[in-house]
């Protein structure tokens, strides 16, 4: 009978740590140097098998064998492979055992409170077991001449977009470090997809190309080859990104109308020494985070594509007074929704009417009270340039643009 009675609390906990264990993923703080929506999937993946293989533990008495931990251990080597720190992989396990143990104990009959306290013991020697698999495996791998040639290229990354002398870590044939990059900072968007680790492999298999992740994306180094200003090179790149071609959009084709955005978007930009890298570093992360701001359908971004919006980017703390100029506009939908197609329009009323269905003497109206509450006029050439500017800048501000 009080087997029974065990069996059916441990089945009950089962069944609650299965719905809670799908919150742990927002109550953990994310990789500090990995982009989320790369290892999101493992990492669910690795929170279901951990419950399970706990479970079972505590239903059998028989701790999981080598071959059972055979997945978890391998998500984690992933995740040290892409970088993060082998002390912050193992964390992530106590972290994740303790939010799920407390959800249960908060919300427990007096017989599963009591199974909670025993399995205390039996919950500390699963983690004791599945951390110290993965050290080892980390330990193993460390032997691994693939893993120590990957780490050099990575401090070869490190090293060129900080500004430093690479050439300690190039010190074997294997490894020839060029003159000249294209530099290219990819920023993932924020809908997760099974293309992302795809296109993160397509990139890391180009020839030569220094990769480096980080918690928005990756930024590669792509070599340039003797003569090529970057076009080559960015060609070839192009040619490997996933999906079709999307089409250069019309003046007449307001940016919020022309379809959904990339799913990703790589900053793009030319260093012809290792002296120039940093400063391109940045030029390129700006773009790919102008690309992420603004919702951009094309996911190359190059400075000549985005000059207006790189200038209003750049602009540090004169950003935030640029997107303080369209808060008057904020409790009336209509006259916003209405100079935001006025100036993807090109700034032409017939057109701006007919895209919201409207009479062109209602937009006249509209942007008349515009100019009432900003004091701007979309009519005047300055003022039109002063509300455009303004418009980028809210965009970046809302969608916390980070380069």
Known sequence: MQARLRDRTLEELYRRAVVARTEVPAAMPRYRTLPEPLVA????????????????????????????????VQIALSRVRDGESLEDVLGRYSMGAEYLWSRLKDTASEPERELLEDAAVSLLRYITLLTTRIAVACVQRAHDPRWELLERRRAIADALLAGRDPIEWADEPAITVPDAFLVAAFRLGTTRSADTGELRHRIESIPGVFLRLDSGGWTALLPLQPGDDGTATLTALTSRLPGPARPTPQPEAPLSRMGPP?????????????AEVPAVFAEARLLAELGRCLDRPQPVCRRPDLMFEYTVAAGGSARAGLAAVLAPLDSQPLLAETLEVFVD?????????????????????????????TGLDPHRPTD????????????????????
Not at 59 to 68: K, L, N, Y
Not at 262 to 274: C, L, M
Not at 348 to 370: D, E, G, K, S
């Open 41 to 72: 999937g493992g990492f669910e993946r690795g929170i279901s098998l951990n419950v399970d293989l706990f479970f079972e533990f505590m239903r059998s008495g028989r701790a999981p064998s080598p071959e059972d931990t055979q997945e978890v």
């Open 384 to 403: 039109a340039m002063t509300l455009s500017a303004a418009r980028i800048a809210r965009r970046l501000e809302i969608a916390c643009f980070a380069p």
């Open 262 to 274: 990339a799913p990703f978007w790589v900053g793009v930009a030319t260093a012809a020494s290792h």
């Open 345 to 373: 329009t090109g700034f032409n009323q017939l057109a701006t009417a007919r895209l919201l269905t409207i009479h062109r003497n209602t937009v006249t109206y509209r942007l008349a009270r515009v100019h009432e509450l």
